[in-house]
């Protein structure tokens, strides 16, 4: 130990600071290293090597942690899951774009976008070509009719039931509303829509 810090002649102890993230974003604290020139005179060994182990112990736990990070973003970017999420909320995305031109409609305006839904599916359009602005549509007309505005992770639910999935939502959560939106984008075809619900309360309003 003392020959191991002989041979480094007054100068030693680099250590670095590593931070945490929860984001891939570039840090706003970037790594540092600290450079020190000891003195000439000796330290006590064993208060020296502590300190080193403690600083080495604190470098090491904080890469194992960055580490967990990093396994867990990868973990989440390669599960099917993560991308059938990040592909409904850029529907979410796309309806709220529709959103201000929407509103400036008038109730005539509003009421005559199902006959220009149904004149694009008639020249080839698919349901998915106009989802995100009949999404827009429902939940202008919900606004205006019942007073409730179809939040984002309604948006969601609607999303899901229209692609023949299951929504399961709590108690509260605007099921009803939900089913309006998938009910809506699949009656412009022209083939008719059911909507089934073991609830007394929800039927009487289907």
């Known amino acids: 130990m003392t020959s191991s810090f002989t041979s480094l002649s007054n100068h030693t102890l680099f250590t670095s600071n590593t931070h945490k993230h929860h984001h891939s974003q570039p840090s706003s604290h970037p790594s540092t290293f600290f450079f020190c020139t000891l003195p ?3 330290f006590p060994i064993i208060s020296l090597h502590t300190h080193t182990q403690r600083r080495r112990f604190t470098v090491t ?3 194992k942690e960055n580490l967990g990070v ?3 973003t990868w973990g989440n970017f390669t599960s099917l899951n993560y991308w059938v999420v990040r592909d409904y ?3 979410v995305e796309f309806v709220n774009s529709f959103e ?3 509103q400036k409609l008038s109730d005539d305006q509003l009421t005559a976008k199902t006959a220009e839904f149904r004149r694009r599916l008639g ?3 698919t349901l998915a070509d106009i989802q995100a602005e009949a999404f827009a549509v429902v939940r202008e007309a919900a606004k205006r009719k019942l ?3 179809h939040f984002d992770v309604q948006i969601i639910g609607g999303a899901v039931l229209n692609d023949g999935s299951i929504a399961e939502m709590k108690t509260g959560e605007g099921k009803t509303l939900v089913s309006t939106l998938a009910a809506y984008l699949n009656a412009l075809t022209g083939e008719g829509v059911h909507g089934m619900s073991i609830t ?3 039927s009487s309003l289907l």
């Open 40 to 42: 000439t005179t000796s």
């Open 61 to 63: 736990a904080s890469l």
């Open 70 to 72: 990093v396994t867990k």
């Open 89 to 91: 909320y850029r529907l």
């Open 100 to 102: 201000p031109k929407i």
């Open 123 to 125: 020249r080839g359009e």
């Open 147 to 149: 007073g409730m505005r």
């Open 200 to 202: 007394i309360v929800i």
